[in-house]
């Protein structure tokens, strides 16, 4: 079995999968740096010289390939949820996190992320919080029906997350995590 993280950018999925990895003695797994490692380009050099669809391509390729594995904390981009068959992967390997936050949290976050520009190209011409906002709505039902449950990041620190997660996953498993 593995754990997703789904959610739109910054919701916290990388700094959340890797606190749960190490609190399961499990693989942490970023699936959009293992693709671009495996593509030797940057997303934004992906999406400019070729186009989101391939780009998407690339990252069904590379969930697939994720998914072949088990006992990893598996970080995904924002997207992944937007091709039915990820979902359909991610539910056959494992269980499905979503994480959420609204969208001045996530606009205050991506302005202290560093990666923000070369993993997170523009999606839109808008400014960056009409962006967050009109891609939160849009892709808000998306994030909702994978998740196997939903987790708000707010103003909540990591270690209290990936306590909330393991304690859902416990309530939901025999099996201990």
């Known amino acids: 079995m593995n754990l997703f993280l789904i959610g739109y950018r910054c919701t916290g999925k990388t700094s959340v999968a890797k606190s749960l990895a190490a609190n399961l003695d499990w693989s942490f797994v970023d699936a959009d740096t293992m693709l671009v490692t495996k593509c030797g380009q940057q997303i934004e050099d992906i999406v400019d010289t070729e186009g ?10 590379t969930l697939r390939q994720i998914c072949k594995k088990k006992q ?3 970080a ?6 937007l091709d039915a068959d990820n979902v359909k992967a ?15 949290t996530i606009r205050q976050r991506m302005l202290q992320d560093e990666k923000t520009r070369a993993f997170r190209p523009a999606l ?3 400014g960056p919080l009409a962006e967050i906002e009109d891609i ?17 990041t707010d103003e909540v620190p990591v270690d209290e997350i990936t306590g909330k997660i393991i304690e859902l996953l416990n309530e939901r498993s025999a099996t201990r995590f």
């Open 136 to 152: 939160l709505m849009a892709r808000g039902p998306y994030y909702e029906r994978a998740s196997d449950f939903f987790i708000h």
């Open 72 to 74: 990893q904390v598996v």
């Open 52 to 61: 989101w669809e391939a780009f998407r391509r690339r990252e069904r390729s």
């Open 76 to 81: 995904t981009g924002g997207g992944v949820v």
């Open 124 to 126: 839109t011409d808008k």
């Open 90 to 104: 991610m539910r056959a390997s494992g269980i499905i996190i979503g994480l959420g936050a609204t969208a001045e």
